[in-house]
């Protein structure tokens, strides 16, 4: 933004630089997706604001795993229809789509632990001090799994986590919340654990642009209506169900094509 | 190499609420002011607009808004016998970042202290004995100013909120309505109380029932239109559920970007330079006067920005750092005591009691961030502490800011994390079930305290701030008997079952608690005991200002902005009808 930012904005409605508003929607994209090195800004004289650089949310695409290699699939398809399990309640986390959203997030900035501090050293800390891995989520997920997978062959007579009976998956999932099974290559148990558990919730409860809660079944289970806007009219009607179906921020089946 | 700029009469450091406040103060007064922020810009319409706002995995567990710690966080420790590790990932506290900072992802509640809060230690003393406040290694100060004194400039900051909320105490004359434990208010709040929604009601009356004094949470997520002095203009809430940890998109919640912004960022004299950090204050040879700032931006140019004044208006952590950094006052020391920058660190003591209904809809996702009604009868000194072993007390709040799922499925004591025993108790219980907060004090301790760490450093070579800290018994004490009144209101509401969250272990950086830090860089009567004077000036360098919750000698059991803010407007005014005529230092020493 420069001293004159009226003058400027004029310059680029009459399309006399126009490479420059690309150029400057791009770099304000990048910094409001929450990540460092946005180029420096000097603001003078006015409130700066730009049209056509709304921050829109990063939707998950395409279809298939793009991070996870069959062995990895296999376990989290496995892990977390134990975490979540399906019934007549309501969806399971693999009918919810979970998987296809891990693998987005960790595919992306969240994988690479955009927002995690990795520097060393390394040492191994207290529970209080939380997180004490140089693993991004993403690493963490890697070894987690092949760590996993050889406790199981060394321990539980099974080739991977996935072939075990559901029942020993649950055995095997509480050592690792518990922290009662240690596992190699560096995998923490019970960090790996809480975050797997997280990121399913996160997959089952988020909007569905992010790859999971598919047909916002997980919110429509619990009676959340979505990413409603206001509720002035229901805040006096006390006790009473708000009918409203879920929505995203896409609308709902219903009002467009699927 | 380093571009020397043109001089300015007063720069900034950080942009939040005490950057901006100040930032208005000054040019109102006529200085030329730079503000340095070392985050993005942010305003409504681009940054958290209503059509994307409500997204929980994004805000809250993406951590859009929040200061990224990839290249700069801080270390942690219970105490001295530990070795301190980078607070590797946000928990416990959701630091913010880019303009507005934390005033953007807020709660919106807007609290006083009591006028005992700010004698502390003088108070207690005599009430109790000496044992009260130095039991537990405590070390609480008084604050060196009255409530009285600072009533003007929450008066102040009320206005710019458009404060929505029911006075309990009209210039001594007790409201009923309101809350009749607050210290005098020159007036009644500038817009009406927010609607409640079903669970704050049952709160209240079961609260009323068992004599408690309910009143509804003062809020500024408003609950009508409002147009403040500087004429910016604010919407009504409409009760979205996604306020604290996220963007506002409807202008209703009091932020920088919708109460002075829109006024400051059109003055000539007020320049914003973003992506901006600042690594150190300069000072003279004999380290009596600061010359400006060094800050570098994010494409590595490096700049000294002369200044004839130094507004450290950055988060509590990053003031007391750069202190620290720029050597400016005494680095305490909690062997000896000795020493005041770092001292007196505090935080805010949380439990929650869950409520479980069978038949009631509470309707969770109808909330807002200081959606609640409350009681203050167990806060502060306003009920006798004899022979219970601890000085301080909580708000607790029915309260319902929102019913985002990830982070906020209430389920019954006893049931799994996960499984489907899990997913059948989030199922029943979410609309059904909602949560007391219980909002304690913090009194600081010898043993809690802010320093650069050893070992770890930033991005740009700078030690990291080190923190050591766990609650000390006269908290634990304070939030077990907190819980325990909380837990009888809860009761009285007749609820299938609840669940006590207590306060239980050392302090625990993994889950959320509050962004309520505080002290390290506190206030006081002179400057054997304190880092800054009753104006925010530090004792050692006159013409360096030291703003926000680092000011608090220990942490009442209130949320802090309003009174940071108002700390932020009495300096200011000290500032404007005193400092600019004769620069230097505003009390003797």
């Known amino acids: ?258 | 190499m380093t571009t020397t700029l043109k001089p300015v009469d007063a720069v900034l450091v950080g942009f939040g609420w005490t950057g901006a406040i100040m930032g208005q103060q000054l040019c109102d007064a006529g200085l030329e002011v730079v503000a340095l922020e070392r985050g993005p810009w942010r305003d409504t319409a681009t940054d958290f607009a209503t059509g994307f706002a409500q997204d929980e995995l994004r805000y809250m567990w993406r951590h859009h808004l929040f200061q990224n710690v990839s290249d700069d966080t801080l270390t942690i420790r219970n105490n001295v016998n530990q070795e301190a590790l980078p607070m590797r990932h946000l928990g416990s506290f959701l630091l913010g970042t880019g303009v507005g900072s934390g005033g953007v992802h807020w709660n919106g509640q807007i609290w006083r202290f009591l006028p005992t809060d700010f004698l502390t230690k003088s108070h207690n003393q005599q009430r109790y004995g000496k044992k009260a406040v130095s039991d537990y290694d405590l070390t609480v100060q008084d604050w060196g100013i009255t409530y009285d004194e600072l009533e003007p400039f929450y008066d102040q900051f009320d206005k710019v909120c458009g404060t929505s909320g029911k006075a309990g105490n009209l210039r001594g004359k007790i409201q009923s309505g309101g809350n009749p434990f607050e210290g005098p208010r020159s007036n009644e709040y500038p817009t009406p109380p927010m609607l409640q929604t079903y669970g704050p009601t049952l709160f209240g009356k079961a609260a009323a029932e068992l004599g408690r004094h309910p009143f509804p949470h003062p809020t500024g997520n408003l609950s009508e239109a409002y147009v403040n002095p500087l004429g910016a203009q604010l919407g009504a809430c409409t009760y979205c559920g996604f306020c604290e940890k996220f963007g506002c998109g409807n202008y209703s919640k009091a932020s920088p970007q919708t109460t002075i912004l829109p006024y400051l960022m059109r003055k000539s004299n007020f320049t914003l330079k973003t992506e901006c950090e600042v690594l150190r204050v300069e000072l003279t040879p004999d380290r009596k006067r600061a010359t400006g700032v060094t800050y570098v931006n994010s494409a590595g140019e490096e700049f000294f920005q002369p200044a004839e004044m130094v507004i450290l208006s950055a988060y509590i952590l990053q003031n007391v750092r750069l202190l620290l950094l720029s050597g400016i006052g005494k680095p305490y020391d909690p062997k000896t005591g000795e020493g005041v920058v770092g001292k007196n660190y505090a935080y805010q003591t949380m439990s929650s009691v869950n409520v479980f209904f069978e038949d009631k809809i509470i309707n969770p996702f109808i909330g807002a961030g200081a959606l609640a009604t409350v009681i203050d009868d167990f806060n502060g000194d306003n009920f006798d502490h004899a022979g219970l072993g601890f000085i301080g007390g909580a708000y607790i709040a029915g309260m319902v800011t929102g019913g985002r799922p990830i982070e906020m499925i209430y389920t019954p004591q006893g049931t799994p994390a996960w499984g489907l025993e899990w997913k059948h108790a989030a199922a029943k219980n979410y609309l059904r079930s909602f949560s007391l907060s219980i909002h304690g004090s913090c009194m600081s301790a010898r043993g809690n305290y802010l320093d650069l760490d050893p070992t770890y450093r930033d991005i740009h070579g700078r030690p990291m701030l080190r923190m050591t800290f766990d609650f000390t018994g006269n908290d634990h004490k304070m939030s077990d008997y907190l819980t325990d009144r909380a837990a009888e209101v809860a009761r009285a509401m007749n609820p299938r079952e609840i669940k006590l969250n207590r306060r239980t272990g050392p302090w625990s950086v993994v889950p959320y608690q509050t962004t309520h830090n505080t002290g390290g860089a506190i206030m006081g009567d002179n400057p054997r005991n304190s880092v800054v004077n009753r104006y925010l000036q530090t004792w050692d360098v006159p013409n360096v200002f030291s703003m926000g919750a680092g000011a608090f000698p220990q942490n009442a059991g209130y949320n802090p902005t309003a009174t940071l803010a108002a700390l932020a407007y009495m300096s200011a005014d000290a500032i404007k009808s005193q400092y600019l005529k004769a620069p230097g230092p505003l009390v003797r020493g």
């Open chain 1, 1 to 258: 933004m420069s001293k004159k930012p009226g003058l400027d904005r004029r310059h680029f409605l009459l399309g006399g630089v126009a490479a420059g508003v690309t150029g400057a929607a791009a770099a304000a994209a990048a910094v409001h997706d929450g990540e460092l090195g946005a180029p420096p800004q000097t603001f003078r004289g006015s409130v700066p604001w730009q049209e056509g650089t709304a921050d829109a949310p990063p939707e998950a695409s395409g279809s298939g795993y793009l991070f996870f290699t069959p062995e990895e699939a296999a376990f989290i398809e496995a892990a977390v229809a134990r975490l979540i399990p399906n019934d007549e309640v309501g969806p399971g986390a693999v009918e919810a789509n979970v998987p296809f959203f891990l693998d987005r997030q960790l595919a992306g900035p969240f994988g690479r632990g955009d927002h995690y501090y990795l520097g060393g050293p390394w040492p191994k800390g207290t529970p209080e001090q939380g997180y004490q891995s140089r693993y991004s989520p993403a690493q963490l997920y890697r070894a987690a799994v092949v760590a996993i997978d050889t406790y199981v062959r060394a321990n539980l007579g099974a080739a991977a986590f996935a072939k075990l009976a559901v029942a020993d998956q649950d055995k095997a999932l509480k050592g690792l919340e518990s922290g009662t099974i240690t596992l190699e290559g560096g995998v923490d148990s019970k960090s790996f654990f809480a975050m797997l558990l997280q990121n399913t919730k996160e997959g089952y409860f988020s909007d569905p642009i992010y790859g999971g809660n598919k047909d916002m079944a997980a919110w429509k289970m619990i009676g959340f209506p979505g990413a409603h806007y206001d509720y002035k009219e229901w805040v006096s009607r006390h006790g009473e169900r708000v009918p409203y179906p879920p929505v995203g921020f896409k609308g709902r089946p219903g009002w467009r094509k699927a």
